[in-house]
């Protein structure tokens, strides 16, 4: 496996609601760029990304997925993610680790509850965003009503790149007005012709070339200038304006896909390929502990870790992004919460269940490791007399408790040790036991999110739970004449209080 530079690494998060189709459009990304030979569908349970047993049995992404897809030189890092709300916390660690939300939307539905929460906990991590408008091959697809819509919820900065010319069944071309040319496509996507803009688009397209020229102007003065003398920007200055806009989310460009046909997909690699920020061009994570850290390869070496998951036959991955210098195999960190040594024994980068052993990685990469001894999400790995303590995640608070029980009662203790496990991959999960109630009580983000935890206990750890709802904690009532020997007492303390301050004055 090539090792790739800082500057040729682009790390992306795919967000959006559930079923909108991020994981098929990770599935044609990683074809485009020749990681897989052969684009899997979720409904055939054969893609790259949802390869849990829980993601097949629900139809859906459960965790975020790490994968990497390659264009023009580049590495890309995927981090797909599940649309469902309850699982919001792999959105927002995706979010802080990559700096780049890809917002796909299903074109037939518009702005849906989930494409909003995304959009919150983009707002909230500050990232900037692509609009990747999806499922243009509906029968009901209506991309105009998508944009209103997009538009109404994130602002006017929601602006054209691309607009499909036949959306519906039959599908196939897309103009670009960043290129102002046409994208035609064959019936299994891929590579398209790429056309002079027919006469009957000429206008909407010009229209909407000026609109985007304006937007990429407007970040820059020197490119503003530049406008006003030529009355038009070159590909390249559009590029270098749209770029400023998109980091400062003045600027959230709207591509097209059919991401089941492969139709528009290489196009949206080579865009990412060529304007997304590079690692460094993103604002660094703060520290708190320790010195300030560039993203730069000369450093001194760090590793965030943003992901654990156990899985069977390897046990535990860490799954990390390289903060800066360079990481090689066989190198000991030290973790700055607990001190402890750890051997990076082996660097993958990851595709799904796939790791490829590598033998260095730079500072902007995203990998993975196995065998640490006690490192866990939000845990920063350093050199030794350099510990270095990055801002942890800001997970999501929860939203709803339950009481949990084995149905067995010897059952109970594993209860316990697998919920511990099961927090690690989902930190949205809080576990703790009540003594007052006398219940284990497990928080999280609502009903949907608990059923996962039941298919987890039924199918991995074969353990036979019950969720209770928690019993009420018992507090005395107040008699009514305790209650009035309260409120004399209070209003004695107070007058005693205003006394002694008129003595001090
Ligand atoms: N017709 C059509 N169907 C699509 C397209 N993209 C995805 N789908 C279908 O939409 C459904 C959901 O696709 P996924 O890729 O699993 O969607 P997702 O956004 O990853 O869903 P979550 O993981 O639940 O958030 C599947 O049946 C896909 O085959 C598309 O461009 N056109
Ligand atoms: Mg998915």
Not at 6 to 35: C, H, P, W, Y
Not at 58 to 87: H, Q, R
Not at 113 to 120: F, K, L, P
Not at 342 to 369: H, W, Y
Request: aromatic share 8%; glycine share 8%.
């Amino acid at each position: 496996m090539k090792v790739y530079k800082s500057d040729q690494i682009r790390n992306i998060a795919l967000i959006g609601n559930a079923g909108s189709g991020k994981t098929t459009l990770a599935e044609a990304m990683l074809f485009e760029g020749g990681v897989i030979n052969r684009r899997g569908d979720v409904n055939s349970k054969n893609t790259v990304s949802d390869y849990n047993a829980i993601e097949q049995g629900f139809g859906n992404s459960v965790f975020s997925s790490v994968l990497y897809t390659e264009c023009n030189e580049k590495k890309i890092n995927i981090l797909d993610t599940p649309g469902m709300d309850d699982l919001c916390g792999s959105v927002v660690a995706s979010l802080e680790v990559t700096g780049l939300g890809l917002m796909v939307i299903n074109t037939s539905n518009g702005v849906e509850a989930g494409t909003e929460a995304a959009g919150r906990h983009a707002d909230k991590t500050n990232t900037p965003l692509v609009f990747v408008f999806n499922q243009l091959d509906h029968e009901n697809t209506n991309f105009d009503q998508a944009l209103d819509q997009c538009r109404s919820s994130f602002g006017k900065k929601v602006t054209v790149v691309q607009y499909p010319v036949d959306a519906g069944p039959g599908f196939s071309s897309i103009i670009d007005v960043l290129k102002m040319k046409m994208f035609k496509y064959g019936p299994d996507g891929g590579k398209p012709e790429i056309l002079d803009i027919p006469e009957s688009e000429i206008e909407k397209a010009g229209e909407l070339h000026n609109e985007l020229v304006e937007m990429a102007a407007e970040n820059e003065e020197a490119l503003m200038e530049l406008y006003f003398d030529k009355g038009s920007l070159t590909e390249d200055e559009m590029r270098q304006g749209m770029k400023l806009g998109m980091l400062q989310r003045d600027l959230f460009p709207v591509f097209c896909t059919c991401a089941k046909k492969n139709i528009g997909v290489g196009r949206l690699l080579e865009f990412i390929s060529n304007i997304a920020p590079a690692p460094a061009e993103i604002p660094m994570r703060k520290v708190i502990k320790g010195r300030e850290v560039k993203m730069e390869e000369g450093e001194k070496p760090s590793i965030f870790v943003f992901k654990t998951s156990i899985e069977s036959h390897v046990g535990e991955i860490t799954y990390f992004k390289v903060m800066s210098g360079k990481i090689t195999e066989g190198l000991d960190l030290i973790n700055s919460k607990n001190g402890n040594k750890e051997r990076l024994s082996q660097i993958f980068v990851s595709a799904g269940k796939n790791r490829t052993k590598v033998t260095e990685m730079v500072a902007g990469d995203i990998g993975c490791t196995v065998k640490l001894k006690d490192t866990k999400y939000n845990s920063t790995l350093s050199e030794k007399g350099d510990e270095i303590e990055f801002v942890p995640i800001d997970y999501p608070g929860p939203r709803i408790d339950i009481a949990i029980k084995a149905v067995n009662d010897a059952d109970d203790e594993k209860v316990g040790e697998v919920l511990s496990r099961i927090k690690y991959e989902d930190p949205t999960y809080i576990v703790g036991y009540s003594k007052e109630l006398k219940q284990l009580i497990v928080k999280g983000q609502g009903e949907y999110h608990l059923n996962i935890l039941k298919w987890i206990f039924d199918n991995v750890y074969k353990i036979d739970i019950e969720f209770k709802t928690p019993k009420i904690p018992y507090r005395e009532t107040i008699t009514k004449a305790e209650q009035n020997r309260l409120i004399t007492a209070t209003k004695n303390n107070r007058a005693e209080q205003g006394n002694s301050e008129r003595c001090t004055c």
